[in-house]
């Protein structure tokens, strides 16, 4: 008897093992794709170690699995995105943990499923269900959308041409019904299945899952390759280009928030600028002068003028005729009504005032134009749930000596363009708004003929997170065809083609003006005309079948009782 139950001891100990090993190799090959360079093809194989562990934990009776895939998911959290911590230790860690809580409830309630569905209907549950969620999370208001499965190809683009059709959740599709496929298939082949198969059944099988990894490889290349055609094309009848000088000052947070003044910071940057032009012999040309991110704080909305620094940019500008300036603010629009106007609104006088952080497009002798950041980070930009997280953030607050601890951005309401010359309209979007896929067409749906995204990325240092964001660019570029410029404080600044190729990059932790020639489009994409249909097609497949489980659930509720009775 004791031998047995040594036995048992050690046979559970054993699979235990297996399944940390399992859940851990998962996570390792879902995060390879976002630290290295054309790795997203491990995406395609990397759920199925986990698939594996699941199906290992119900045939030998593991209790507590949900600890199991819960690891593999804040490992893999923990392993792609673990720089949030650089800029913010707490917000990086709830960012891994609360991300990883919300993928381990999604494969609970598919583990749930598979009591009442057959096992093909219960992976389409799991497929269609997290597909919903990554839908749902772009609108949500704690939203951190990084590792959106489609992702894995950011610095893969060349892959996934065909996103400018399905967008980035037409990836998260591939990478599932991939692995899936490879998993029932291996299930089939080890349980003996595929024996009992006919010749003709097993050979369509293979030709399914070759199809399946290979169609759209090979259709992205040709896209790929007639989309240079096409450019070349396009370059000839011309819808024209920007010249733009994109200014990376690469102040360190030291220098921006305490060694340098704002006025020391402008000077900076108005001297990198005139140095440029005059190197670059670019005197009374056309040219959009393109800075970072919250360059100048303390700016008034509607009356930008009356900054000292805005004056000294548009100073600049008189000195350069044909130029104009797109640089990021940190803005403050007051609002002189006594009913607040928002609820993380603060008190201004009589009124109350809300922060902006926002991108501003200056002309020497035309209006400003200004455009607010509509996708803003919560809690380090906005406050989430205001009415529900804002009594609460008031009540701690003091505690730690701070008038509030979150962010208290107030986001614009929807896409708003900025009109280059009164006459070429551009997006111009702020920071990690380029994770946000449907939301970045929307501009270009709007009319949008190039897209430009201006950021401060020194918050998260030399760390994957640089790149990571850099990446995504492309994806956007290839959704919506448009080229892509992007400026940095620190870097990485940037130019994508339509393609979503890099055409020219700076570097990290440089000083340095970068003059790219951006082409301008009018076309619209399929994805951009009709928004994310993959997501909303699996968000009613979702509903459906969540409807369904829940009857079925009833059923076996109701057929209990009447047992009993």
Sequence with gaps: MEKVLHSDASGIRHTRLLLLGLCSLSAVLMSLPWLCDHCGALSLVGLIPLLYADRIA??????HFFLYHYFCFVLWNALTTFWVCVATVGGGIFACLANALQMSVIWAVFRLSKRKFTPALSCLFLVVMWIAWERAYMDAQISWPWLVLGNAFARSPRSVQWYEFSGTLGGSLWIWLCNLSVFGLSIAVRKGKALK???AARICSMLATIVLFCAPLLTSKLLYSQRGKATLKE???SEGSIRMLV??????LEDKFTNLSQKEQTQKFISLVDRAIDSLSLQDQNLLIVGPETFCSGVMVGNEDNSANIRLLKQMLGNHPGAELLI????????PRRSKPHPAALPWGDGWYMSRNSALLLSPDRPNQIYHKSRLVPGVECLPYPKVIGPLDSFLAPMFGAQHLCGRCIPQSEAGLLNYRDSIPLAGIVCYE??????CAEFVRKGAKAIVEITNDAWWGKTPGRIQHMAFSSLRAIETRRDYVRCGNTGISAHFDSRGDLVSRGGWDERQALLFDCALSSRQTFFTLHGDICGRVCTFAFLLLLALLLVRFLMGLIGRDSKKG
């Design 58 to 63: 119900d045939s030998r009776g593991i209790r």
């Design 197 to 199: 198969w006919t010749a």
């Design 247 to 252: 200014v990376q000052p690469n102040f360190s």
């Design 434 to 439: 380029n994770a946000y896929g449907e939301y």
């Design 235 to 237: 370059l000839s009848q």
């Design 328 to 335: 990021g603010v940190s803005a403050m629009d007051i609002d």
